[in-house]
C-alpha cells in the first residue's frame, strides 16, 4: 500500500479524537504535537498529519516523506517535489489563509469538485482552529494544492 493510503487510514482511525480543554491539548493531541517536537498549546493540524505518516513510514520500513514540522506553509515550501494539481486519496491537501496561516489533512476521496477530507484540529463547521479530529467536505479550489506521498 502507498504510505499516503496508509498514512490516510491511520488518520481515519483517530477520527473522534477531541482536545480535552479546547487548547490543543490532550493525551492524543499532545502525543501528534510531540512528534514534530512542540508542546500543548500550539496549532496541530500539520503535527496530525506528520504524526499519520510518521506511523505509515515506520510500519512499511520506509523513511517519513514529510519535514518534521508544525508548520503548513513551511511544509508546502520545503516539499516543492510533492506536490500535485490533481488531488487522489491519500494525497495532502493545503490551504493558505494569508498571513502565514494554513491547514493541512487528508483527502479522502474526490468528488467532482469537491474532496472529502480527514483532518485534525478543526470542527464540524470547518474551523482551522477547531477542537478534534473529524471528516469534511472542501472545495478543491480553496486548496493552495496537494503533496503527494
Not at 6 to 22: C, D, F, K, N, P
Not at 48 to 62: S, T
Request: glycine share 14%; net charge positive.
Amino acid at each position: 500500500m502507498a504510505i499516503g493510503l496508509e498514512a490516510m487510514q491511520i488518520a481515519l482511525s483517530q477520527e473522534g479524537v477531541r482536545e480535552a480543554t479546547g487548547k490543543n491539548d490532550g493525551p492524543a493531541v499532545e502525543k501528534y504535537l510531540k512528534s514534530v517536537g512542540l508542546p500543548a498549546g500550539y496549532s496541530w493540524c500539520m503535527a496530525f498529519v506528520y504524526w499519520c505518516v510518521q506511523q505509515a513510514a515506520i510500519a512499511q520500513k520506509v523513511a517519513n516523506p514529510l519535514k518534521c514540522t508544525g508548520g503548513v506553509l513551511y511544509q508546502w515550501n520545503e516539499r516543492p517535489g510533492l506536490r500535485v494539481q490533481t488531488p487522489a486519496a491519500g494525497d495532502i491537501f493545503i490551504m493558505d489563509y494569508g498571513k502565514g496561516a494554513g491547514h493541512t489533512g487528508f483527502v479522502v476521496a474526490v468528488r467532482g469538485d469537491v474532496i472529502d477530507t480527514i483532518e485534525g484540529n478543526t470542527n464540524s463547521g470547518g474551523s482551522r482552529e477547531g477542537d478534534g479530529v473529524y471528516r469534511r467536505t472542501r472545495k478543491i479550489a480553496s486548496m493552495k494544492g496537494f503533496l503527494c506521498i
